[in-house]
Nanobody
């Protein structure tokens, strides 16, 4: 069994910063890509940032230069540091981990429970 636990969301003023974290635990053979998505009511979930097993990163155009994704391989944890936050960054943020299960070596995607980020004065 695999578990993802997210933390770090909250309320922040425009221009402020937040760091989200997502830790994967359980029956994991290896982790491939890790990423962050976000979703607002009535809209589809969208990719915010992604980091590969080799630490290659990719960002949505709307967050380039403001957000940084990183991972700690030893802790199976991915982080999203968000700077210069804007009202339009308000959303529920979900982590996504593509991993190989130890039980059957099948590669599957797993999702965190979601954490609310609200940018407002």
């Amino acid at each position: 069994q695999v578990h993802l636990v997210e933390s770090g969301g909250g309320l922040v003023q425009p221009g402020g910063s937040l760091t989200l974290s997502c830790a994967a635990s359980g029956s994991i053979a290896s982790i491939n890509a890790m990423g962050w998505y976000r979703q607002t009511p009535g809209k589809e979930r969208e990719l915010v940032a992604n980091i590969s097993s080799g630490d290659t990163t990719d960002y949505a155009d709307s967050v380039k230069g403001r957000f940084t994704i990183s991972r700690d391989h030893a802790k199976n944890t991915v982080y999203l540091t968000m700077n210069s936050l804007k009202a339009e960054d308000t959303a529920v943020y979900y982590c996504n981990v593509r991993l190989e299960r130890l039980s059957d070596f099948v590669v599957s995607d797993y999702w965190g429970q979601g954490t609310q980020v609200t940018v407002s004065s």
